[in-house]
């Protein structure tokens, strides 16, 4: 009888590199004329917003600009000033030469080094670098061997579980708000935000989704360095088109600030208008199970068996928790006055955390302060922080896509020392990689020599943890035939067994 050999084709999401990129840091900021002069810089911030993410050609090209933040004190009254200039870049990194579709790109990095200084009262000279870390996953199809039948073939089948990207999109959306001060600010200092995802629905091919921007706008009223702080929530509602959705897709949305302005009313009575700019990931999967020949032999032929290795992802963990961290240390000044703090974030990286894997994340805390000689300070504490999940395996065996963000810091001194505590939001995917040896092509050619008349039984003596195919597959015979001569159940030996070897009729 001809051996039939039945095909399908796997679809399912992998990754396909991870890159890393350096981004020149190289700039002159002028300080406009309605800013105070310098005195003396305090501190500067560099901060990455990618716009756009392209793939083509073999290649993923990110476009955006690093938004570079400089704090400095005033000449002439010490008043906490700040200016920012926005550094664009085009970045490129090569990808493998592999088909692939529905490509999900995620980028995060942090500053390697940075030198900032003021070459004179109006002229701010800022050089460094920020390391970018790229990883590019896609769908990726491959055929795979379902089931045989025929010129006695026996077979071990698997079941394979995975995830298939249905969307991985990034869009940039917007939202307005009314903004009214206790006081009319003198000075804006800074406008961040933290996003929030409170409701995803995937209704006949659209994703809605809802949720809020909390913006934090940090000013001052007068001359000086003491600061206030507003808060206000920016809701959101945006629609997204996504084909290809079905009732059992699995969807995750996270929403990441990437630009915040306040804009100030056209006369004393009118209201001033904070308007958010945001990038919302949303990333929809869809699980995959398949049954794929793993081995395979003939009672019959001499059977030519090549095996391959098929590349499938599944979702480890999902993130949305927030941690508490402290940082701390002596002040450089101990009669210094705290100001302010802010907390810069690292990517997350797995890490051993005894025989599992946890993802830790570094961070810097940078607090202001007004030394006793008059001048503002920046004191930088580094610290690190742990989430709870645990996972189990390599670390190169995993995927992640995470957005920590800062929620809230707060500082305090105690006599010499600070403290601070920094409360930090984190989203995400976490993805397992898997590589599973199936079975490639078959081929029967030549029968077996004919058994010898005179062997009439064969006893073997089995090991725990052996597997009844294996054991038939050395002696080509049916492994259903050894599992009723040996009235098992079960393929998996648990125990020592002596087995019967029953002969092919």
């Given at each position: 009888?001809?051996l039939k050999v039945?095909?399908?084709t796997?679809?399912?999401?992998s990754s396909l ?10 700039t ?5 004329d309605y800013?105070p002069?310098v ?16 793939v ?7 476009d ?6 400089v ?5 002439n ?17 090569d990808?493998?030469?592999a088909?692939a579709?529905?490509y999900s790109?995620?980028?995060a990095?942090d ?5 900032c200084?003021?070459?004179n009262?109006?002229r701010?000279d800022v050089?460094?670098a920020?390391?970018l ?6 769908g990726i199809?491959?055929?795979?061997i ?21 969307a991985g999109?990034e869009k940039?959306?917007?939202?307005e708000?009314?903004l ?5 600010p003198l000075a804006?200092?800074?406008?961040s935000?933290?996003?929030t995802?409170?409701d995803v629905k995937?209704?006949s ?9 909390m913006a ?5 009223t007068e001359a ?16 997204v088109d996504v084909?290809?959705i079905t009732?059992?897709?699995q969807?995750f949305?996270?929403v ?5 302005t ?10 001033n208008v904070l308007?958010v ?7 929809v999967l869809?699980?995959?199970?398949c049954?794929?020949v ?5 009672t019959q032929?001499e059977?030519?068996v090549a095996?391959?290795?098929v590349c499938l992802e599944r ?5 949305d ?6 940082a ?8 210094a006055?705290?100001?302010?703090c802010f907390?810069?974030l690292?990517?997350l990286?797995l ?7 946890a993802?830790?994340g ?6 202001f ?6 001048e503002?300070?920046?004191y930088?504490?580094?610290?690190e922080?742990?989430?709870p999940?645990?996972?189990a ?5 995993y995927r992640?896509?995470?957005w920590?963000?800062v ?8 006599g010499?020392?600070?403290a601070a505590?920094v ?10 990689r898997?590589?599973?040896?199936v079975?490639?092509s078959?081929a029967?050619?030549?029968?077996h020599e004919?058994?010898d008349p ?5 006893i ?6 052996e ?6 597959k050395r002696?080509h015979?049916?492994p259903?035939g050894?599992?009723k001569?040996n009235h098992?159940?079960?393929p998996?030996?648990?125990?020592d067994?002596?087995?019967l070897?029953?002969?092919n009729t």
């Amino acid at each position: 009888m001809e051996l039939k050999v039945f095909k399908d084709t796997l679809s399912t999401i992998s990754s396909l590199c991870e890159a890393k990129a350096e981004l020149p840091i190289e700039t002159e900021i002028l300080i406009p004329d309605y800013l105070p002069q310098v005195f003396k810089i305090v501190k500067c911030f560099v901060h990455p917003v990618i716009l756009q993410k392209q793939v083509s050609a073999g290649r993923c090209t990110l476009d955006g600009y690093l938004r570079c933040v400089v704090f400095y004190q005033a000449e002439n009254d010490a008043s906490l000033c700040q200016t920012e200039q926005k550094l664009p870049f085009t970045k490129s990194v090569d990808l493998p030469a592999a088909e692939a579709q529905g490509y999900s790109v995620h980028a995060a990095g942090d500053v390697e080094y940075l030198n900032c200084r003021a070459v004179n009262q109006r002229r701010v000279d800022v050089r460094g670098a920020y390391a970018l870390t790229v990883s590019v996953a896609g769908g990726i199809e491959q055929e795979v061997i379902t089931a045989l039948s025929g010129a006695g073939a026996e077979q071990k089948l698997v079941t394979l579980c995975g995830m298939r990207g249905v969307a991985g999109i990034e869009k940039l959306i917007t939202a307005e708000e009314e903004l009214a001060f206790p006081q009319p600010p003198l000075a804006v200092l800074d406008v961040s935000g933290v996003g929030t995802v409170q409701d995803v629905k995937l209704i006949s091919g659209k994703a809605v989704v809802k949720g809020e921007v909390m913006a934090s706008v940090l000013y001052r009223t007068e001359a000086g360095y003491h600061t206030q702080l507003l808060k206000k929530a920016v809701p959101f509602n945006q629609i997204v088109d996504v084909e290809g959705i079905t009732e059992d897709c699995q969807c995750f949305a996270m929403v990441e600030p990437v630009g915040c302005t306040m804009l100030a009313g056209s006369s004393p009575d009118a209201a001033n208008v904070l308007s958010v700019t945001a990038m919302l990931h949303l990333r929809v999967l869809r699980p995959v199970e398949c049954c794929v020949v793993s081995d395979a032999f003939s009672t019959q032929y001499e059977a030519d068996v090549a095996y391959k290795a098929v590349c499938l992802e599944r979702l480890a963990g999902e993130l949305d928790l927030t941690v508490e961290a402290q940082a701390g240390g002596a002040l450089p000044d101990e009669n210094a006055e705290i100001l302010q703090c802010f907390a810069s974030l690292a990517p997350l990286e797995l890490v051993s955390a005894g025989e599992q894997l946890a993802l830790r994340g570094r961070a810097t805390a940078h607090v202001f302060c007004m030394n006793s000689l008059g001048e503002i300070d920046c004191y930088d504490k580094s610290f690190e922080y742990t989430l709870p999940e645990r996972y189990a395996g390599a670390a190169e065996n995993y995927r992640v896509e995470c957005w920590p963000t800062v929620l809230e810091v707060q500082s305090r001194k105690n006599g010499g020392e600070m403290a601070a505590s920094v409360s930090i939001r984190v989203c995400g995917l976490v993805m397992e990689r898997q590589k599973e040896t199936v079975v490639d092509s078959v081929a029967c050619e030549q029968p077996h020599e004919p058994e010898d008349p005179a062997v009439a039984l064969r006893i073997y003596y089995a090991g725990a943890g052996e597997n009844v195919f294996d054991i038939a597959k050395r002696y080509h015979v049916s492994p259903g035939g050894m599992l009723k001569a040996n009235h098992l159940e079960s393929p998996e030996l648990g125990e020592d067994a002596r087995l019967l070897v029953p002969m092919n009729t």
